[in-house]
């Protein structure tokens, strides 16, 4: 069975630090790009970050650049959105996607997790 599977939200404070994972079963998640997305209430779907199958070259959108940072462990079948600096804005539910093309495009991705929610708050 193709899925991805989230692991690592939470309830965090200002400053803090979350460390998203994603875990693939049924496929090969180096043979993919992989964007990270995010949805607060009432707001559409944002891109965050992706990461390139192949030459591995990174994106983040402005938003969170210097702050997070996407990363692939191949042995592990699995890849990261590591969180830091987390203010309250960045508060929704986080998804990860699989697709053949690293984009901001949501709709452009095949594979996606089941969404895990980030809340930072005092």
């Known amino acids: 069975q193709v899925q991805l599977v989230q692991s690592g939200g939470g309830l965090v404070q200002p400053g803090g630090s979350l460390r998203l994972s994603c875990a693939a079963s049924?496929?090969?998640?180096?043979?993919?790009?992989i964007g990270w997305f995010r949805q607060a209430p009432g707001r559409e779907r944002e891109g965050v970050s992706w990461?390139?199958?192949?030459?591995?070259?990174?994106y983040a959108a402005d938003s969170v650049k210097g702050r997070f940072t996407i990363s692939r462990d191949n042995a592990k079948n699995t890849v990261y959105l590591q969180m830091n600096s987390l203010k309250p804005e960045d508060t929704a539910v986080y998804y990860c996607?699989?697709?053949?093309?690293?984009?901001?495009?949501?709709?452009?991705?095949?594979?996606w997790g089941q969404g895990t929610q980030v809340t930072v708050s005092s």
């Open positions: 996607a699989a697709g053949r093309i690293a984009t901001m495009i949501w709709g452009m991705y095949n594979y």
């Open positions: 049924g496929f090969t998640l180096d043979y993919y790009a």
């Open positions: 990461l390139s199958k192949g030459d591995g070259s990174t």
